[in-house]
């Protein structure tokens, strides 16, 4: 068996990429998608902000250039009203001029308004506004003056060229606004289109980046996939020929566990005919004993009384005890004799294989503890989930018995006894049997010879010579199986069968 494990150990498969690897690959790109999603994302919102920026910027110079159009216009339709007026008399030259008259302080308050946030327009407004003053001052005294007849007055003051000057320097003040605006409107949209530009290369390489770091993980992933993938394919063939190698093993096994049985059958066989002699010439020497106490009490030969009372003492007390000694020793070793006789007999024995219902079987067993598991206040559960099996019936009664008496034999005194048997079908046709007991507990010292014959662990307070567990090896060996223990000390046991789910394989294997 370990020669088996040592050649499937040899034969390893180098995986080109590691778990290891495979790992801080996908770390490194998650890590180099993220960055990049990061990026993508922080420059959307950096491009968004400054198209904001702009079109606020845009929006501004559009109400600074509205505003100062129409204030233009309120002026020059204020101005073209006065002329006619001055000119012709007719009121209705006068309609205009009242309709722009109204409309040319709010125009105005309207534009300072827009270019408050540039400080360099804040002095340029405030004379703008003594030059409104003025003007409308005059076109005020002039539409009096020619209301009231006094034509040549209100001509002279239009001649002075008061108004005109500052009509000049309102309409260039506003034209300079309008062009002001004219040229950041264009900037703006130039900003505007540089900024969708932006945008796009940084989408179009966002994504290039983060197809790459996609595709990088599915090749990685792939790659990792495929060679999991063959891997698993040889550790199949390996695993199929490590079945094979282990049905030889465990052959070989079976083969040198007969061997040893059939050693001990011939050396108990042999011991057994001295013991019975031993114990035939006990009877005698009982019988001549009787003789010679009755020699010994006769009152025919003088002997001192310190004499006459050893030789009474001798004849009635320690010869007796030294014959009860012979006996009760040959009967203890005939005893011992038995039990080897029986495990050697056993391992000998013939397989009987059938269809078993594990479940019911060891639901069976446990029933026959029931009793005793209840007084104690405790359970006993049998988890068992596998189909039925082909074994032998009588090994697996005998050894189960065996296990579970064990677990209630040598309980915890604190507790309640608690036992569960759980059954579970494993890769490779067997099935592993755990019978898991809340009792005292096999210290470390004691698991590896628990198993011998005539060894025992713990305090010997239970009766038994110590051939229960080597009698359950013995017979699950001869199934073709293995029995191991995990035990922590105060805690409990666990002992795990693992059995093959049919017999007949094994011994056809042997046969072959």
């Known amino acids: 068996m370990v020669h088996c494990v040592r050649g499937f150990a040899g034969r390893t498969h180098k995986m080109p990429i590691g778990k290891s690897s495979f790992v801080w690959t996908t770390v490194v790109l998650l890590l180099a998608g993220l960055a990049a999603l990061v990026g993508i994302v922080g420059t959307s919102f950096w491009l968004v902000e400054r198209a904001d920026s702009y079109f606020t910027e845009v929006l501004q110079a559009r109400d600074a250039r509205t505003s100062a159009v129409a204030l233009r216009n309120s002026l020059q339709e204020m101005e073209t009203g006065q002329r006619g007026f001055l000119l012709t008399g007719d009121e209705k030259y006068l309609e205009p001029y009242d309709a722009a008259y109204g409309k040319v302080l709010p125009d105005f308050e309207r534009l300072d308004a827009v270019l408050k946030p540039y400080p360099q327009a804040t002095e340029v407004m405030q004379r703008m506004r003594g030059t409104i003053e003025t003007k409308m001052a005059e076109l005020d005294e002039t539409v009096r003056l020619r209301r009231e007849g006094r034509v040549q007055e209100a001509v002279a003051i239009v001649r002075t060229d008061r108004g005109k000057a500052a009509m000049d320097e309102m309409r260039q003040v506003l034209n300079a606004v309008i062009d002001a605006a004219d040229r950041r409107t264009a900037e703006g949209v130039d900003d505007q289109r540089s900024n969708t530009t932006a945008l796009r290369w940084a989408t179009i390489i966002g994504g290039i980046a983060i197809i790459v770091v996609v595709g990088g993980a599915v090749w990685t992933t792939v790659n990792y996939t495929r060679e999991l993938a063959t891997a698993r394919a040889e550790l199949e063939v390996l695993n199929r020929g490590l079945e094979v190698r282990v049905n030889e093993r465990t052959q070989e096994l079976m083969r040198a566990n007969e061997e040893i049985q059939r050693f001990a059958y011939i050396v108990t066989h042999d011991l057994r005919a001295p013991l019975v002699n031993i114990m ?83 639901e069976a067993t446990a029933a026959a503890v029931h009793h005793q598991v209840a007084e104690t206040g405790g359970e006993i559960v049998v988890d068992a989930d596998v189909p039925p099996i082909v074994s032998d019936r009588l090994s697996l009664d005998q050894s189960f018995g065996n296990l579970i008496d064990n677990a209630v034999k040598y309980r915890h005194p604190d507790r309640p006894v608690k036992v569960t048997v759980r059954a579970r079908r494993e890769i490779a046709g067997r099935v592993r049997i755990d019978v898991i007991d809340n009792g005292r507990g096999i210290g470390n010292e004691d698991r590896d010879r628990v198993f011998d014959l005539f060894r025992r662990a713990g305090t010997q307070d239970q009766p038994g010579e110590g051939i229960g567990l080597a009698y359950v090896r013995t017979l699950v060996r001869n199934l073709g199986g293995e029995v191991t223990l995990a035990s922590q000390p105060g805690v409990g046991t666990t002992f795990t069968v693992v059995i093959p789910a049919d017999i007949t394989t094994v011994n056809r294997s042997y046969a072959a």
């Open 280 to 362: 035939g010439f006990t009877s005698e020497l009982d019988t001549t004993m009787a003789t010679i106490q009755a020699y010994v009490l006769a009152d025919g030969k003088e002997m001192s009384e310190n004499e006459v009372r050893d030789a009474r003492l001798a004849a009635s007390e320690d010869l007796p005890e030294a014959i009860g000694f012979i006996r009760s020793s040959t009967r203890k070793m005939d005893g011992l004799i038995n039990a080897i006789l029986k495990i050697s007999r056993e391992g000998r024995r013939p397989l009987k294989p059938e269809t078993i219902d594990l479940a019911q079987m060891l």
